[in-house]
């Protein structure tokens, strides 16, 4: 176990070395479809993307009274962790989140803080919450993000 752990400490120092960033860097707007491939799909570095859905009606609908309003009786499932760490390595563990069937009310509460729970609680599907369990809420989000969508078909 002991050598494993030592390569991987040697790739995480190649792989910065070679190709990453010492810190994610952040981008004003959202890149053209070829950049965005060519800079960051391609290289798979990560990058955080400012303004490209700050005219989505989501920023300023999604509060907490609207979301109960919309959803708050509607049963999601929500990851548990112990510490927010999931499908991540835990000692000698591969760990994944526990999934839980819950009202949207009851893990705003937790969010909010206004009921107090063991764990870490999120709303994470691989495949997104949003559409297969939240339909309800898409109205406030754009159902295609052009320049993302051009630049995964034109190189895929």
């Known amino acids: 176990m002991e050598s494993v752990k030592k390569r991987l400490a040697e790739f995480s120092v190649e792989a910065h070395d070679l190709y990453l960033n010492r810190s994610v860097p952040y ?10 491939y060519r ?31 919309k959803v708050g009786s509607k049963f999601i499932s929500v990851a548990v962790t112990p510490n927010g760490y999931a499908d991540a390595v ?20 937790i969010i909010e803080g206004k009921v107090q729970k063991q764990g870490v609680f999120y709303v ?3 495949c997104s919450n949003l559409l297969d369990e939240l339909p309800e809420l898409t109205d ?16 895929v």
């Not at 400012?50 to 999604?62: G, V």
């Not at 835990?90 to 509460?109: A, C, Y």
């Not at 406030?140 to 190189?155: K, T």
Request: hydrophobic letters at 35%; a negative charge; glycine letters at 2%.
């Open 27 to 36: 981008l004003e707007e959202p890149p053209d479809p070829l950049h965005f």
């Open 39 to 69: 800079d960051w799909i391609g290289p798979n570095k990560p990058c955080i993307i400012r303004n490209a859905f700050s005219h989505w009606p989501a920023l300023s609908r999604w509060t907490p009274d609207y979301l109960r309003e």
């Open 90 to 109: 835990n000692g000698d563990r591969f760990v994944m989140p526990e999934e839980r069937l819950m009202s949207f009310s009851s893990v705003l509460d």
């Open 124 to 126: 994470q599907k691989q």
């Open 140 to 155: 406030d989000v754009e159902p295609h993000v052009s320049w993302m969508s051009n630049a995964l078909v034109q190189h």
